[in-house]
């Protein structure tokens, strides 16, 4: 559910007051409308180009293309909490706007013709392509856009109630016009992240139940189709025939396949020998041992396998362990602090992850918005309106991560995690470390990959070492997301991915209020005031530069209150895939295009 938001705000001309009878009156002025928006105005394509720089227009259409996924599935609805949802479903839907892949912040119309935001920046409009259609023909109108804000935000994922929460309504003009309204004007990405919405047929939902996670095949506007789906098993998409889309230039040398197919198995070892095999054709390698060590001999005995590293600028977030902090051990922040200790990042990576990673110390990792050496500049003053009630050291120091020799020798950091939690009133009695009340400290890591068992079993080591009782428990994919919207774990593996443009989601992620919503991507249950006042700088920021010194901030008091161990990232796409796919010669800066700007390679 979660998804990477590289769409922001540029603010365009006037909005005059508005009737039901506005939309005769704004064609006649259709200048003050753009095809494009941007937070800060740097549009790169004006408004009649033909294509993105990226794609490859002349890409050969046909084909078949089958991909791999890991678990199960058990709903073709993943617009609400219940199910799992089958892995591809953005195909058969469209949303208002389309980003492009090689500019941080700009999208463009796809459902959406044209866009016009207020002077004020109370509200947008969005005058719809008459032309869009859904499946069975019948038209795509602002009826169904208002219908699909209502319902998410009513009946929808929690998600969306946070995302789309400084929205206050959307409002029908006419058949082929809709207006949002917006609750404040200092909120300046909302109107692209209205424009992210993928947008739901309401005549065909009046016939069925949207609170279902069943099997029934969803009407879409998209240029693919449902053709068949075995739940658990796999999931067969079709290209729609003259989609009425196809031509827009968002859309040339886009889905070029005629077949997508997605395979599910149970572990990924086993995904990884299908893929010599040949029984499917392409793998986003996130394994470090299996990139180092698996493909060797598959590409000694044949010319038709590759194997390629391609370089990227994309945020990369933050990977990490996460504490449970409505679990009462981990309420306590010298406790938290301590446990980063007992992580050896440098040991895993030397042995086990073959050096490929780099160690992560921000949540924002790999970008400008990344907290880094002391506060400076405009960062620092706002952090100084907190300074009496932020820890000091955030002024004075660094966060710091361990750090070790890598030989394995891990006492130099134990000795340190025993010093601070002595000094906390930790006691360890009969090899166990028991807090202040006398309670044994002693907690679950709950995981869904097996092949994280290998990294998990040291850092257990370590923590028993440290008088700690730990334990590992592997579950299967519904099991996982159950336990994690119901938040009913004690330490998990976090992979928070984040934007070029951070803004609505990280309310989502991170406030007090979320916290206590079951199935928001609060998983660490953070409540914190100064947080929650940064993410609304964040989201309210009026420039660039703004943005960039509020992350920082939020930033540097997320790790200040060591909520989590950070890993690790890399900064490179490690793909492997037979040669019957191909890609353009040169990829955009910010997205791999996969697999909607690759083709079937007509020569293998």
């Known amino acids: ?26 064609l006649s002025n259709d200048l003050s409308f753009t095809h494009a928006i941007s937070m800060y105005g740097d549009i790169k394509y004006g408004k009649k180009f033909k294509h993105f720089n990226y794609v490859n227009p002349l890409a050969p259409k046909g084909g078949k293309i089958k991909l791999a996924e890991r678990g199960t599935f058990d709903s073709l609805n993943q617009f609400i909490l219940k199910g799992i949802p089958a892995a591809g479903l953005d195909y058969i839907y469209q949303s208002l706007l389309k980003q492009s892949l090689d500019e941080p912040f700009t999208a463009y119309g796809l459902i959406a013709d044209k866009i016009m935001i207020s002077e004020d920046m109370t509200s947008v409009i969005f005058l719809l392509n008459p032309n869009a259609k859904w499946h069975d023909q019948k038209p795509l109108t602002a009826e169904d856009v208002k219908w699909t804000f209502d319902t998410l935000i009513s009946k929808g994922h929690p998600y969306y109630k946070s995302y789309f929460s400084d929205i206050k309504n959307a409002e029908i003009v006419d058949n082929t016009t809709i ?20 947008i739901l047929p309401k005549h065909f939902w009046k016939k ?148 490929q990673y780099t160690r992560t110390k921000s949540y924002f990792s790999n970008s400008t918005l990344a907290s880094s050496e002391i506060p400076k500049g405009r960062e620092l003053e706002i952090l100084k309106k907190y300074k009496d009630i932020l820890p000091k050291e ?26 601070i939690l002595k000094e906390s009133g930790y006691l360890v009695k009969n090899n166990r470390l028991t807090n202040k009340e006398g ?19 040291p850092f257990m080591s370590n923590l028993n070492k440290l008088g700690i009782k730990s334990s590992m428990r592997i579950v299967d994919t519904a099991q996982y997301k159950n336990r994690l919207d119901n938040f009913d774990f004690d330490m998990m593996v976090m992979a928070r991915g984040q934007s070029l443009s951070p803004g609505n989601e990280q309310k989502n992620f991170w406030s007090s209020i979320s916290a206590g919503i079951k199935g928001s991507f609060n998983w660490i249950g953070i409540k914190n005031i100064v947080i929650d006042d940064l993410i609304e700088m964040v989201i309210q920021a009026p420039d660039r530069q703004e943005l960039i010194a509020s992350t920082k901030a939020l930033d540097r008091v997320l790790l200040s209150n060591h909520y989590l161990i950070p890993h690790w990232h890399i900064k490179k796409w490690r793909l492997a895939y037979w040669n019957k796919i191909k890609r353009p010669q040169y990829l955009p800066k910010y997205g791999l295009g996969f697999p909607q700007i690759w083709w079937h390679n007509e020569k293998n």
């Open 1 to 26: 559910m979660y998804k990477l938001k590289n769409l922001l705000l540029f603010i365009f001309s006037s909005l005059t007051i508005f009737s039901m009878n506005i939309n005769e009156n704004l």
């Open 179 to 198: 207006k949002f309204n917006f609750k404040k004007s200092t909120n300046r990405e909302l109107s692209l992240i209205i424009g992210q919405i993928k």
């Open 208 to 355: 069925n139940n949207f609170n279902s996670s069943g099997l029934t095949i969803p009407l879409g506007s998209g240029p693919y189709k449902i053709l068949k789906a075995d739940p658990g098993k796999m999931i067969l998409y079709k290209k729609i025939k003259d989609h009425w889309a196809k031509d827009l230039p968002v859309n040339l040398g886009y889905n070029n396949f005629e077949y997508i197919q997605y395979d599910y198995y149970r572990d990924s070892y086993v995904m990884i020998e299908a893929l010599k095999a040949g029984e499917y054709d392409f793998r986003h390698e996130n394994i470090s041992k299996e990139w180092a060590t698996s493909y060797e001999k598959i590409l000694r005995d044949t010319e038709s396998f590759i194997k390629e590293e391609i370089d990227h600028e994309l945020p990369q977030g933050m990977q990490a362990f996460i504490f449970n902090l409505r679990k009462k051990i981990f309420k306590d922040v010298n406790l938290r602090k301590a446990l980063n200790y007992a992580f050896d990042f440098e040991w895993t990576n030397k042995v086990l992850f073959y050096n």
């Open 394 to 419: 955030i002024f004075t120091k660094p966060y710091e991560v361990s750090v070790n020799d890598g030989t394995g020798n891990n006492r130099k950091n134990l000795r340190l995690a025993q010093k």
């Open 439 to 457: 309670e044994q400290i002693e907690f679950e890591i709950l995981l869904v990959a097996p092949a994280f068992e290998r990294i998990v079993s």
